[in-house]
């Protein structure tokens, strides 16, 4: 079974407005990482968090992770239609095997 | 540096026909992975290498079969393909737990 979930399952905004996107996982990690997938392409790495971090910023791109929870939230500020994707988390434990989510899927409308 | 690279990009075959997914990597990277996505879900992982002459099942490795010879190089080969094996295949790669880098992917259609 798959280690991370994601919520919600899809997600639909205005451009211009915030999306926030959680991850759940069961058992504890190394890191956490978020991945964006456009339609019929690969994954493309977007940010990851380390275990001992609790908020990363990338551009406008925030990350949260709350280890005593087992999840994690990524926040896209001011959406673009160019962020419409799917968003996957994938979390890296033990053995460092990334385990990756069902994903959200954003649709950003302009 | 071209990354991490798949052949073919599109795939038909028939029940029961064998066939050889290529990924290749020119990053020098220790950690190779096979993945299959199915529609509108996420990617579960089919095995893993973690070096030339490792290799390890994943979450599901039932009818594929890999081979590490190269650190460049992961095949993954399909037994005896079955309709359940439809899938979009995913091979990527990375060092140690740090970003992992995809290749475009396979799609693959077993009749």
């Known amino acids: 079974s798959q280690q991370g979930e994601e919520d919600p399952q899809a997600l639909s905004i205005q451009e211009g407005e915030n999306a926030t996107m959680n991850c759940s996982y069961k058992?504890?990690?190394?890191?956490l990482q978020w991945y964006r997938q456009n339609s019929g392409r690969g994954l493309v790495h977007l940010i990851l968090i380390r275990s001992n971090e609790r908020e990363k910023h990338s551009g406008r791109l925030r990350v949260t992770l709350d280890t005593s929870k087992k999840s994690s939230s990524l926040l896209i500020t001011a959406s673009r239609a160019a962020d419409t994707a799917s968003y996957f988390c994938a979390t890296a434990g033990t053995g460092n095997m990334l385990t990756f989510g069902g994903g959200t899927r954003l649709m950003v409308k302009p | 540096n071209a990354g991490v690279t798949q052949t073919p990009k599109f795939q038909v075959l028939k029940t029961g026909q064998s066939m050889t997914l290529q990924c290749a990597q020119d990053?020098?990277?220790?950690?190779m992975s096979w993945y299959r996505q199915d529609p509108g879900m996420g990617l579960r992982l089919i095995h893993y290498?973690?070096?030339?002459?490792?290799?390890d099942q994943g979450e599901v490795p039932n009818g594929y079969n890999v081979s590490r010879s190269t650190t460049e190089d992961f095949p993954l080969r399909l037994l005896s393909a079955a309709p359940s094996q439809t899938s979009v295949y995913f091979c990527?790669?990375?060092?140690?737990?740090?970003?992992?880098?995809f290749g475009p992917g396979t799609r693959l259609t077993v009749l």
């Open positions: 290498s973690v070096g030339a002459g490792i290799t």
């Open positions: 058992t504890s990690i190394n890191n």
């Open positions: 990527a790669s990375r060092k140690s737990a740090t970003t992992q880098y």
């Open positions: 990053m020098n990277h220790e950690y």
